[in-house]
């Protein structure tokens, strides 16, 4: 516990918040597709406790699957490759999901950090805009570390 004090700052998303916020982005969700097919794709690992979260509040029928994409490994700076924080991942992604012909590809993001985006992509539901830092908890890790958190907070270098 004391390695993880010390690397955990800053809590930016209380743990309450995140609860509250992904409840109202699955009432929201399950308003738009009412009557609908709905299949969400979570990308590993990070979305992993999002998309849990949030597949219960949805009140319709719904389908999940997943992506892994690159990572930072144990970096917290971009390499200039795939990145979600930079917009490229999520570039990425909607490029590769809509060559699929999905009837509707929408993006729901738990955070955004528009500061440090490289490319400008709309997300259609959004959680929380958070300071350009590097975050941990919620799913979210450095080096496997600090996703267990039920917060979200910027991680001390």
Known sequence: MAEQSR???EVLVAAEDLQQR???LGEAISRDYAGRRLLLVGVLKGAVFFLSDLMRHIEIPVEVDFMAVASYGSATDSSGVVRIDSGLTLQYLMRNLGSRNPAT???CALLTKPPGR???LKAR???FEIPDR???GYGL???ER???LPFVAALER
């Open 7 to 9: 690397e955990v700052g």
């Open 22 to 24: 992904v409840r109202e």
């Open 105 to 107: 590809l929408e993006v």
């Open 118 to 120: 490289e490319v400008r």
């Open 125 to 127: 539901y959004v959680g």
């Open 134 to 136: 590097f975050v941990v």
């Open 141 to 143: 890790d450095y080096a």
């Open 146 to 148: 600090h996703r267990n």
